[in-house]
């Protein structure tokens, strides 16, 4: 139902420690005007539908389906959102849902913990968020992965994402690491804009007065400079939470991003980690996009195991599935990593799995 695309040996291992341990699952919101800019991402149809996508995902991702929302699903160019998915899984399974706002246009409409964060300006400014900012969304971060995972006996956490425009800035974050990552990222369109991004980032990084330095940057004034707020917390939560259990960065790019800052933070800093306990995992959408390079992406990291569930809408009766199979959406809100774990924890087949997803979408429609 999954496959370990790199690093292996390690993958096998996390999927060997942790395939009886069931999920706990995190969603970290957060925002950052690059989403606005015209054409930048297709989760949501237009720049103002944008702002409400997280909002509109959490609603989703906590209640399910409802007579009416307080903010409805955007609609999207093609196919739906992939909290879909998500929530398919969480609630079958009855997945606890820990929901983090780190930095929305406005908050959300469900119960949340609030990081008291900030939505991030566009990352062209150069100048996305407060340094002093960025330092207390990692602490907490670190707080929370040490309260989430304090009593994982046979645990393992799920931490996933929704912020729209977050390729760009993970792109802007692989950069300022000194990552080769033109033309390997992933976006929601299905032929991935590379040449817009590269542009955005090249900007944002100019911006700040760090292109073409030949040190990779401070990790936290590299957030600040071209970040989002979802990064930095992530990263704080893996950190301290691998210390007792397993880790799961449930996303594509974005994920591979924050692994990337994770290596550099403990590289720069003296933070206790356990690496090894720590995997992103994704859909197959993501990690076989033509239009991008996820596997050499996550070679080029290091040691990084990348995983991806097999699952597949290329027989689904709705065409709102189908359309991943064409490139649209490909993930987000940690579709990809509620989908491996409905394999590991609880050893749901491909159509058990489909089955969930058709039931919640004919139910929503």
């Known amino acids: 139902m999954f496959r370990i695309y790199t690093s292996q040996s390690l993958g096998q291992k996390w999927v060997d420690t942790y395939e ?36 509109a995902d959490a609603e989703f991702l906590m209640n399910g389906v409802k007579s009416s929302y307080d903010y409805p ?9 992939p909290v879909f998915i998500t929530r398919a899984i969480v609630e079958a399974c009855n997945i606890p849902i820990h929901l983090f706002n780190a930095g929305l246009p406005i908050p959300p409409s469900v119960s949340f913990i609030d990081l008291k964060g900030q939505p991030a300006n566009c990352l062209t400014t150069g100048k996305a968020l407060p340094l002093s900012l960025v330092y207390d969304l990692f602490q907490q971060g670190l707080n929370w992965g040490k309260k989430l995972s304090k009593n994982a006996t ?10 729209v425009g977050g390729t ?21 369109h299905p032929n991935c804009n590379h040449q817009q991004k590269e542009i955005i980032v090249k900007k944002g990084l100019t911006n700040a007065g760090h292109y073409d330095y030949l040190q990779p940057l401070n990790p936290f004034q590299l957030v600040a400079a071209v970040g989002d ?15 007792k259990t397993g880790v799961m960065l449930a996303g594509g790019t974005q994920m591979l991003a924050v692994y990337a800052l994770i290596k550099s933070i403990i590289n720069t800093s003296e933070y206790d980690i356990n690496l090894d306990n720590i995997i992103v995992g994704t859909t197959r959408w993501v990690a076989e996009d033509l239009t991008g390079d996820t596997v050499e992406l996550a070679k080029s990291i290091g040691t990084v195991p990348l995983l991806a569930t097999k699952l597949n809408f290329s027989n689904s009766s709705y065409e709102q599935l189908k359309m991943y199979e064409q490139g649209y959406v490909k993930e987000g809100v940690g579709a990809g ?13 491909q159509e058990k799995l489909l089955n969930s997803i058709k039931n919640l979408v004919n139910n929503y429609y």
């Open 20 to 55: 009886d341990y069931s999920p706990i699952f995190a969603c970290i919101l957060g925002f950052t005007d690059t989403g606005l800019i015209p054409g930048i991402s297709a989760a949501g149809a237009t720049p103002e539908a944008r702002k409400y996508t997280a909002i």
């Open 73 to 81: 699903l955007p609609p999207l160019h093609q196919g739906v959102s």
């Open 154 to 163: 046979k645990n393992f956490l799920i931490l996933s994402e929704c912020v």
């Open 168 to 188: 760009t800035t993970a792109l802007a974050i692989l950069t300022g690491l000194g990552i080769d990552a033109t033309g390997k990222v992933n976006s929601s």
């Open 229 to 243: 707020p979802m990064q930095i917390v992530v990263a704080g939560m893996a950190i301290s939470a691998s210390i």
């Open 337 to 349: 990593g509620c989908a491996i774990a409905a394999s590991l924890s609880f050893n749901w087949t």
